[in-house]
């Protein structure tokens, strides 16, 4: 039972565009959600978090959105750059619970100059 | 920080051999996370310890995996005896108390022939 899935397993955008990444989850007891980025032979590493209080949390040129109705989140990366390319993970939990996140399959996004 | 340090990078092994994958995590984080990656089920939760204690071995997916945290700075997971299906990347990864900001290690690439 995948409880996170990101269903677009790929996405190609133009350099200066905005990449938008979905993740779409089955648990109303998730509370807090992470994306984590992946770059080949590297481990995953943090990018940005929301927990369900807020609906947009920002950090420079990234934006995560949480819509906890639809139980759906995405990420904005605007402008696109080509160093973005990297596999995008979405991931959830309870909030304090710990580590024991649960990560959907992941969307590779490829910028294109 | 050198962040969390897994070795070896790579690992080839004929299937009924053991598999010994290990994991220095970060100094100052108390938890420790076991991951695998593979192309069909994403990144999925192994085991994690607190403190040193397995808190929480349901990924494990059978008893050929054992996963040990003798002290705060290193952790095995073994397998034994492998088979082909085991192959995977395998992370460790760790953070502090209970948050759920982790950092990975690089991770070991795993093929059994």
């Known amino acids: 039972d995948q409880q996170v899935k990101q269903n677009s397993p790929s996405l190609s955008v133009q350099e200066g565009r905005i990449s938008i990444l979905n993740c779409d989850y089955t648990?109303?007891?998730?509370?807090?959600f992470l994306w984590y980025k992946k770059y080949p032979a590297e481990g995953p590493t943090f990018l940005i978090s929301?927990?369900?209080?807020?609906d947009k949390n920002e950090d420079g040129r990234f934006t995560v959105f949480l819509n906890k109705s639809a139980k759906h989140l995405s990420l904005h990366i605007v402008p696109s750059q080509p160093g973005d390319s990297a596999v995008y993970f979405c991931?959830?939990?309870?909030?304090?619970?710990?580590?024991?996140?649960?990560f959907g399959q992941g969307t590779e996004l490829s910028v294109k100059p | 920080d050198a962040g969390v340090i897994q070795s070896p990078r790579h690992e080839v092994t004929e299937m009924g051999q053991e598999v010994t994958l290990r994991c220095k995590p970060i100094?100052?984080?108390?938890?420790l996370f076991w991951y695998r990656q593979t192309m069909m089920r994403g990144l999925e939760l192994l085991i994690y310890?607190?403190?040193?204690?397995?808190?929480?071995d349901s990924g494990m997916p059978e008893d050929r995996f054992s996963a040990k945290m003798p002290n705060a700075s290193f952790s095995t997971l073994k397998i034994q005896p492998s088979e082909p299906r085991d192959s995977a990347v395998y992370f460790c990864?760790?953070?502090?108390?209970?948050?759920?900001?982790?950092?990975f290690g690089s991770g070991t690439q795993l093929s059994v022939l």
């Open positions: 990864a760790s953070s502090r108390g209970v948050d759920q900001k982790l950092f």
């Open positions: 648990n109303s007891m998730f509370d807090y």
């Open positions: 929301i927990s369900s209080i807020k």
């Open positions: 991931a959830a939990n309870k909030y304090n619970q710990g580590g024991k996140l649960i």
């Open positions: 100094s100052g984080h108390n938890s």
């Open positions: 310890f607190n403190n040193n204690v397995p808190i929480d």
